[in-house]
């Protein structure tokens, strides 16, 4: 055994064992160099050598002959050897031993390990009488049940174990079955296994759920059944072993549970879905019946307020299971708010934020019975004998509790019971409050975009418009899409849809950013190409704040679509940012895309974006909408436009009806995304409704202006709108003629309101300014501001105009 290896040796290892005579066997360790490490004093007395004459010398001395090269190669593969060696003793005779050796663990209790421990056991004297009286009192004191059947598969011999677990002396059993002495359905199937081992020679193992003598529950055991063979090698008889596993067995149980816990609790966001998802899992693997109840504050989405609960704590249920039909034990229905008294279990568990158990006690019912008579009914009808109640707790708030009741099932709770308890609806509570305080920034969410959408067309000639607004499903959460109708100068109407990227509270708000901007922008009467150029500033501007600021990612992106409708000329002019392309619908009926270039995302910046002019025919009518329309899951984008546009081709004279159908026929009754939906049909003003009078750079010109005006107003019966009017022409074409390039032209249009506009050459525009006490002019403009609904100018590729608006009684 000198080549075994191992680690080398350190001084202490070369220290003797201490002298034990309670240790006989022969002990020593070699190191990897074969060199003796340690040697005891069994050691000695096998070979002769004290340990001076041994320790830190090779061991291949004490070796008859030298291992062979195989022998040596196996042994370094191997953690383990055992067999018989020939040694040489100290007065030269060689004498055959068994020895077992083994590779020690690093710092093991014999030394600092690696190297190789070698054991030689004493001989023992002749089996004798005292032998057997010690298998037959291991026999009968094992702690395992043990039971001895013969051949007939009768009871010979059971031990004091088996006669506790089975509450029977051995003298009333011997003789008898398996099924004459427990009368359970599992006694068969053992006789079964018993015969199986006697008929194969084969250990046989069946695992049994008994209620035992002295025990009002289940155990669960593990049934060992090993054949028993005379020295001839035939079958005598069965020997069975039982071990008790219920704790096992319930610790499996447990961790099922709390598994099954984890895959089947937060399924969704719902907080109701979620808190019946915890009683679900505890009935029956845990209890017979389970409620949950809620502070009424956290269905709102709010924070309860800090500290227990006043009395009498009240408390809305929310969730229950039962493992009888309809829970008939339940006293409170499913969304009711119900009074818990100081005292009761659940009043209790809130006071002190800890789980408590209660076992139904007559004290405990005579109490019941003052405090909640129904409550004690239900208890003494349906017979529950213990309850736990757990406190749900999450993020340091209180949200409620969770009750379990057993009623049916014997065994009352335990500790274990409690710690369980208290793990399932500890993962509840996180969950449902995720779901409190999602459905909080939902309601958020929506409540800062409704209040950032139109609440109200605005009222304006140029277009008949419906349109609808539907948020994404609570899975997904609410968006940032968005339209608006804004009413521009010279009766025309500009048309937006849009759409943030992302989803929640950011996407809303910088929804609600953008639609600013647009409205701002097109006030200022910019061309759909120059306003996108402006709002793709915007929009780099936000990403670039979002990187600066501790926070999300600042990856910000949007689409916008953006029209602008002249009913005077029936012009239409169009650019979009990313933004799917609008449906226009011919009054015969046809349907088509407009053909307007796609132009790059908001956000991208550094490239144009791209207009689009046509004429539309009065009556036609436009389709803006979102991409969540037209896409979903399962279906291909194609497909949806498709069916928009058929949905389209059947439009009828009501948009609102039209705005139903397309909402009907495309989107699930969850959408996945937001979605926004505008339809405008078209109005045309004509001649009826326009005047227009090219005016001379002269300023004799005013007067005829004045006259054609009131002409004009008197044919439209508008003489009472004449003396206002009169004056902004007069000041309005007094200041092109004045301080513009021709050509000048005045234009007078009635639809809802009177608007009056000149245009002129130059792209310089009026201000307004307070006048001195002795000036002789600046006081047009504020005379045109103060009798006018509202003024402004616009500029166009030719000039300016300068249009003012006032509102028509009876109109």
């Not at 201490?18 to 066997?25: K, R, S």
């Not at 500790?415 to 995720?434: F, H, M, S, W, Y």
């Not at 002409?711 to 439209?716: C, D, K, P, R, S």
Request: with cysteine; net charge negative; glycine share 8%.
């Amino acid at each position: 055994m000198g080549a075994m290896t191992g680690s080398g040796a350190t001084r202490n290892d070369r220290e003797p064992w201490p002298d034990d005579p309670a240790v006989e066997a022969a002990r020593a360790t070699v190191d990897a160099q074969g060199t003796v490490t340690r040697w005891s004093e069994g050691a000695h007395r096998l070979l002769g050598y004290p340990s001076a004459e041994v320790v830190g010398r090779p061991s291949r001395r004490l070796l008859d002959e030298a291992p062979s090269a195989d022998t040596l190669r196996s042994l370094a593969r191997r953690p383990r050897w055992n067999g018989t060696v020939t040694l040489v003793h100290r007065d030269g005779h060689r004498l055959t031993v068994r020895l077992l050796a083994y590779r020690r663990e690093p710092d093991s209790a014999d030394g600092p390990g690696g190297d190789w421990l070698l054991v030689s056991p004493r001989a023992l004297p002749p089996a004798s009488g005292e032998d057997d009286a010690l298998l037959a009192g291991a026999f009968a004191q094992s702690r395992s049940a043990l039971a001895l059947y013969d051949t007939g598969l009768r009871l010979r011999r059971a031990n004091a174990e088996m006669e506790r677990v089975l509450g029977l002396p051995e003298e009333a059993m011997q003789g008898l079955r398996v099924p004459e002495i427990l009368a359970a359905p599992q006694s068969a199937r053992t006789e079964k296994h018993m015969r199986q081992a006697l008929e194969t020679g084969e250990p046989q193992q069946a695992h049994l759920a008994l209620r035992v003598a002295g025990d009002e529950t289940e155990t669960v055991w593990t049934v060992s059944l090993v054949p028993l063979r005379d020295a001839g090698g035939g079958v005598r008889g069965v020997l069975l072993s039982a071990y008790d596993m219920t704790e096992a067995h319930l610790a499996r149980e447990r961790l099922v549970l709390l598994n099954e816990a984890s895959r089947r609790i937060g399924s969704t966001l719902d907080l109701a879905r979620t808190a019946q998802e915890l009683a679900d899992v505890a009935v029956p693997q845990f209890a017979d019946f389970a409620t949950v109840d809620l502070l009424p504050a956290i269905e709102g989405g709010e924070d309860p307020p800090a500290g227990a609960p006043s009395s009498p704590v009240l408390l809305r249920r929310v969730a229950c299971r039962s493992v009888l039909e309809g829970c008939p034990e339940a006293v409170v229905p499913q969304g009711v708010v119900a009074g818990y008294p100081d005292g009761s279990p659940v009043a209790e568990c809130l006071a002190t934020g800890r789980p408590l158990i209660q076992d139904v006690t007559a004290d405990g019912m005579a109490v019941w019975e003052r405090q909640s008579p129904e409550r004690a009914e239900r208890v003494r009808a349906y017979g529950f004998h213990s309850v736990l109640v757990v406190p749900m707790h999450a993020r340091g708030i209180t949200l409620g509790v969770a009750t379990f009741s057993r009623h049916r099932r014997p065994d009352p709770f335990a500790k274990d019971d409690l710690l369980l308890g208290e793990e399932i609806t500890a993962r509840a509570a996180v969950c449902i409050d995720n779901a409190r305080r999602y459905a909080h920034e939902r309601r958020t969410s929506l409540t800062l975009q409704s209040s950032l959408l139109p609440q109200g067309m605005p009222r304006q000639a140029a277009v008949e418009v419906a349109s609808r607004y539907l948020p994404a499903s609570p899975r997904a959460g609410v968006g940032g899409d968005w339209f608006d109708v804004i009413p521009l100068s010279g009766a025309r109407v500009a048309l937006v849809v849009g759409d943030v990227v992302g989803h929640g509270i950011q996407a809303s708000a910088a929804m609600g950013r953008l639609r600013t901007v647009v409205r701002t922008l097109a006030d200022v009467d910019l061309p759909p190409d120059e306003l996108l150029t402006h709002l793709d500033d915007l929009v780099i501007h936000l990403s670039t704040e979002a990187d600066s600021a501790d926070g999300p990612s600042g990856d910000f992106g949007a689409t916008c679509l953006y029209a602008v409708y002249d009913p005077v000329s029936r012009r239409c002019t169009v650019a979009r940012a990313g933004h799917p392309a609008p449906l226009l619908v011919a009054p015969d009926g046809t349907v088509d895309f407009l053909d307007v270039p796609t132009g790059p995302l908001l956000g991208l910046g550094g490239l144009p974006f791209e207009a689009t002019e046509l004429e539309l025919p009065e009556g036609s009518l436009l389709a803006l909408y979102t991409d969540g329309l037209v896409e979903a899951r399962g279906r291909d984008i194609d497909e949806g436009i498709d069916t928009l546009r058929q949905v389209l081709s059947r439009s009828g004279p009501s948009l609102e009806e039209t705005c139903d159908a397309v909402l009907r026929e495309l989107l699930p009754a969850r959408p996945a995304d937001d979605v926004a939906l505008l339809l405008a049909r078209t109005r045309a003003l004509d001649a009826s409704h326009v005047a227009t009078w090219d005016v001379p750079c002269d300023p004799a010109a005013v007067a005829e202006a004045r006259k054609n005006v009131c002409g004009q107003l008197a044919a439209w019966g508008l003489s009472d709108a004449a003396m206002i009017t009169e004056l902004v022409v007069s000041e309005l074409v007094t200041n092109a003629i004045r301080y513009g390039a021709a050509p000048v032209q005045l234009r007078l249009i009635r639809n809802n309101n009177l608007i009056c506009e000149v245009s002129d050459a130059s792209s310089t525009s009026p201000h307004l300014r307070r006048a001195r006490t002795f000036d002789e002019g600046g006081r047009g403009l504020l005379l045109v501001a103060q009798l006018t609904q509202d003024w402004g100018t616009r500029h166009t590729y030719t000039g300016k105009t300068i249009w003012a608006e006032q509102s028509l009684p009876g109109i």
